[in-house]
């Protein structure tokens, strides 16, 4: 599968992101969710970030997939998802190629 990187400003708190793309005449919508999990909310203190994201992402929104854990800071991590649906709709194009 290729790639397109997109730049998304770094802004406070939650991020819809939709993005609309027409490949070989063919368009999609698509829909992402950027959110920072800042590490003071976990649940139980604990100096194993995996721990933590583990405890933060479990009960996350159950109509979107975890597609992305980017670079964390000392404060928190941003993570990408990716709504279920489209996710499904990604890897029936995948296996049509």
Known sequence: MSYIAIPIPNVPGKQDIEIEVTINGQR???HYRVELFYWAD???PS???VECIQQLLATYDQDWSLYYIGAPTDEFVPVTFV???DLAKQRRLRQMA
């Open 42 to 44: 976990c649940a139980v």
């Open 83 to 85: 709504r279920k649906e």
């Open 28 to 30: 999609q919508a698509l």
């Open 47 to 49: 100096f194993d970030r």
